[in-house]
Each structure stands twice: as C-alpha cells, then as structure tokens.
C-alpha cells in the first residue's frame, strides 16, 4: 500500500514570498490533516478535512495561510507572504476515520514532511 | 494550544530498563494514540487506547488509561538502542464541534545508551 506522498520535501523561500506544499493521501482515506512542527516542539494541527469539509481550522493563521482539497482527495497548503516564525516541517497525514461513522477508532498515517526554511 | 501534554520531556536510560512516559490531556476523549519519531522523518503510529479501555498491549508496550484522571501513561519494557525517538501522545476529541480532531502534544525525547 503506498503511503502518504508529500512534495516538496525541501523548500527554502525568503520572507514575504509565497510558497504552496501538496500531499497525495493513502487511497481511500476521508479525512486528511496538515500540521506544522516548529522544532523541538510537538506537531501543530492546522487543519483537518474530512473528505473536502473542513472538520477544525482553527490554528489556522488564516491572513497568510489557506488550504484546499481537491475533489476529496489531494490537498494544497499554502503560505502567503511568509514570516520568519513560519520556518517548520509541515506534515501531512491521512486516516480512515469518518465522523459519526463506527470508524472514528483509526490511526493517522504521516508523510515525510516538508521542511521549510524562510529567510 | 496543545491538547495533551507529555512528561517527563526528556527521558534518559540504559538499554535494558524500561522507560514509561506520561500524557495529560484537557477535554474529552473517543481515544488517545501513541506514535514515535525518528530525527528527521514522519510520525509512526504505535498504539491506540479507546476510552472505553484501561489498558493495552503490543509487543514491548503497554499503555494505560485512566479517564477520570485525564491522563495515559506508555511503558516500553527492555528498551533497546534503536528506541531512541521522540514519543507523542495524540487524543480523538469526542465532542464539540471539532469532534474527531486529532491534536497532539509536546514530546518525550527518549534517549536509550547501549
């Protein structure tokens, strides 16, 4: 089964530019999560979707960040402009969990991340 | 601001002993998870504990859950050099509008000497 898919895995931008992350989730998961880790700190939710509805974004800093999933299934998230402080791994993670279904009892699956650098 | 929070947020042993990290959470939960980091990669899911539970096994681990106290604890038993990861409890919110979010909270950096 192939897992979470995360693009790029490397990016480094300069303050005020803009930059966009895209996660391809495991076939077949509903709800999709994007969280930014800050280092030596644990894994921020931003927000989570359950197929293309919004279940919690409310960490979401929504003057600069946005974030779509396309048909239910891929997503984007986007930075514009970007701050120093927003310098983090951002991660991307899937599960089967439905809401208000039997299957709420589900672990998440991670990609790689995406470490971001501004400068 | 973080659901749960982990203690100790360091944790240093000798390959052998058995390591035990805590978890204390806010609000009310469908389920608490463990999962482990290696430096630099992704989060591995280890465990998942239902409410309605007390305690659970996999291999090495054991987790506990005492809801009333609002709190989990992960025992790993003869730990092993290749244990050494940051470990994070993340609870399911059962309730709320946000219900099914998952959040996660700050880490135990375990460290195991060979």
């Known amino acids: 089964e192939a897992g979470v898919a995360q693009s790029p895995r490397y990016k480094i931008i300069e303050k005020r530019q803009s930059v966009a992350f895209w996660c391809n989730p495991i076939s077949g998961h509903a709800t999709l999560y994007w969280y930014q880790q800050i280092l030596g700190q644990g894994p921020k939710l931003l927000i989570q979707f359950q197929n293309n509805g919004v279940v919690d974004d409310s960490q979401l800093p929504k003057d600069r960040f946005s974030a779509e999933r396309l048909k239910g299934v891929d997503s984007t998230l986007k930075i514009q402009p970007a701050k120093l402080e927003d310098s983090a791994v951002y991660l991307c993670?899937?599960?089967?969990?439905?809401?208000?279904?039997?299957?709420?009892?589900?672990?998440?699956?991670f990609g790689q991340g995406t470490r971001l650098t501004v400068v | 601001s973080q659901q749960g929070e982990e203690d100790p947020q360091a944790l240093s042993i000798q390959e052998g002993e058995n390591a035990t990290m805590n978890c204390s959470y806010k609000t009310s939960i469908n389920n608490l998870q463990w999962y482990r980091q290696n430096s630099g990669r992704g989060l591995v899911h280890l465990i998942l504990i239902r409410s309605n539970e007390r305690e659970k096994h996999s291999g090495r681990l054991r987790v506990t859950l005492d809801t009333s106290k609002k709190s989990s604890s992960l025992l790993i038993t003869a730990s092993r050099a290749a244990d050494t990861a940051s470990y994070f409890c993340?609870?399911?919110?059962?309730?709320?509008?946000?219900?099914?979010?998952?959040?996660f909270g700050q880490g135990t950096i375990l460290t195991v000497h060979p």
């Open positions: 993670a899937s599960s089967l969990a439905t809401l208000g279904g039997r299957r709420m009892n589900t672990e998440a699956f």
């Open positions: 993340a609870t399911r919110i059962s309730g709320g509008t946000s219900y099914g979010k998952l959040t």
